[in-house]
């Protein structure tokens, strides 16, 4: 063969090898294309899969049979229960083998069958949320040295309240029985709610603040309701203080003549004397009340076994007015010069939240004049603006003045 054959020759060979190269090429990449579209498909495969199993669960979830909600009356020696359903009737049932024995307890909520009416499982207590959300405090911060002018009122406390917590054997040797419940009588402003923190604080209690106007509810029965699901919670995070403020809201007299909502009041009242007569006195709930219209208080309420022992928190003297002041002012930067007994002079009738008031209100004086410290300028400034009665009335004409 000759030299320009065979140089032609080895050039188309050449030109050969490159397209199959470069077919080859096209191929590898095809071929990574489509282990990667192969793997998309699995995984979305796997993922659609899932997505079956998960509805083919829920549809068997919405087929099942609704459950009845019913309580727990007795439990059988042979392992079966008499529960009331909701239904009405009384029922002897079996119960499942997923619901543990120790869990069967006289009163608990537990879910029937509709079917058979087995019980299924065991529910948990029901609480409105109304008291759920009350004021709950597991231990309060604040202590009887943040309370001024009070002693004796303190000590009275003490006696009813956070001796039986702590010293339940003491009156079991003497032989008496501690006031069930105790009332703070006294003008908005004295320390009512302070005091029973204070004593919650004390005890290590658990402090549940609730307002009596809560408690009253527009339907027939709510109101007696919220009452026993507040003294269930109570006695659930026992050692606890029940502390039930504006009393007389749903404690006032009840009278002849009465609308449709003073009488569901009136249930609602009621039923705090109920749960007031079935309580140990030397137990770990203790009740506190406060109101500052004791006058139209029933009389029910007051009698010896419910809110046995009143207090009376009064407006603060000149030296309980020393005492508050030194209290709110200890941590404040105060000029040298300032005697907090001319102020507590100069404060007559105010309470104790009427000097807190005046504490701050110099404060904020000070800060409006840029300084770092409250003169006594400021506090007397303080003193006009908490206490002049002109200045925070409502006239007839409606016009307030500042």
Do not use: W
């Amino acid at each position: 063969m000759k030299e320009p054959q065979l140089e032609e020759l080895v050039s188309e060979m050449k030109g050969k090898v490159e397209v199959l190269e470069r077919r080859n090429g096209e191929l590898l990449e095809e071929m990574r294309r489509v282990e990667g579209e192969k793997r998309y498909v699995e995984s979305e495969l796997f993922r659609l899969q899932k997505e079956l199993k998960r509805m083919r669960a829920e549809m068997e979830r919405l087929k099942s049979p609704p459950l009845i909600i019913g309580s727990i009356k007795d439990v059988l020696a042979d392992g079966r229960v008499i529960v009331k359903s909701s239904t009405g009737p009384d029922f002897i049932v079996s119960t499942s083998e997923y619901v543990p024995m120790e869990e069967l307890i006289v009163g608990s909520r537990v879910a029937l069958n509709k079917q058979t009416l087995a019980v299924m499982g065991v529910l948990p207590p029901s609480l409105d949320p109304i008291v759920v959300g009350a004021e709950i405090i597991e231990k309060p911060s604040i202590s009887y040295d943040q309370i001024g002018g009070l002693e004796n009122q303190i000590l009275e406390v003490r006696e009813a309240v956070e001796d039986p917590l702590l010293k339940p054997d003491l009156y079991k040797k003497v032989g008496i029985e501690p006031p069930k419940g105790v009332l703070l009588v006294g003008p908005p402003g004295t320390g009512k709610t302070l005091l029973a923190k204070a004593v919650a604080h004390q005890t290590n209690a658990t402090f549940i603040r609730f307002v009596g106007s809560e408690l009253v509810q527009k339907y027939i029965g709510e109101g007696a309701r919220l009452v026993r699901e507040l003294f269930e919670l109570a006695k659930e995070k026992a050692p606890s203080i029940v502390f039930i403020d504006e009393l007389d809201s749903i404690g006032a007299k009840r009278l002849e003549v009465a609308t449709s909502g003073d009488r569901e009041v009136q249930r609602t009242l009621m039923q705090l004397l109920s749960e007031l007569d079935g309580f140990n006195p030397i137990g770990e709930v203790k009740i506190i009340g406060a109101t500052n219209r004791p006058d139209i208080l029933d009389d029910a309420l007051l009698r010896p076994g419910r809110f046995d022992r009143i207090i009376e928190i009064p407006v603060p003297g000149y030296e309980g007015r020393l005492e508050i002041l030194k209290i709110h002012t200890s941590k404040m930067s105060m000029d040298d010069d300032i005697l907090l007994s001319d102020i507590a002079l100069k404060a007559e009738g105010a309470t104790g939240a009427d000097i807190k008031a005046i504490c701050t209100e110099a404060g904020m004086f000070a800060i409006r004049d840029n300084r770092d410290k409250v003169s006594l300028l400021d506090f007397e400034r303080a003193v006009v603006k908490v206490l002049d009665n002109e200045a925070n009335k409502i006239v007839e004409s409606g016009v307030m003045f500042a």
